[in-house]
């Protein structure tokens, strides 16, 4: 089931060559665990995106016990300013 959801990635992990697991703090489901593919590749669209602090719109194939996958962020604000402190 596809699902957009609203939150902000509170911490990440590399997973195998080129993927992160990313978990989402979000008002509707609490923290999700979610799983980028190919996020470490320089050409995947999701390799900005899928790090700490990245507060937007997260559209997922959704698994209520177990492990999204990510498919699009919309991204609403990145905090430079907080990453940079």
Do not use: C, P, W
């Not at 978990?23 to 590749?41: P, S």
């Amino acid at each position: 089931m596809i699902r957009k959801i609203e939150g902000i990635v509170v911490s990440e992990v590399d997973y195998k060559e080129n993927s992160k697991i990313i978990n989402i703090l979000t008002k509707e489901e609490g923290q999700i665990g979610v799983i980028a593919r190919g996020t470490k590749k320089v050409k995947n669209n999701l390799s900005g995106v899928a790090t700490k602090l990245t507060y937007g719109f997260f559209h997922m194939n959704y698994k209520e016990n177990g492990l999204s996958t990510l498919i699009e962020v919309d991204v609403l604000d990145k905090f430079k300013n907080i990453r940079k402190d």
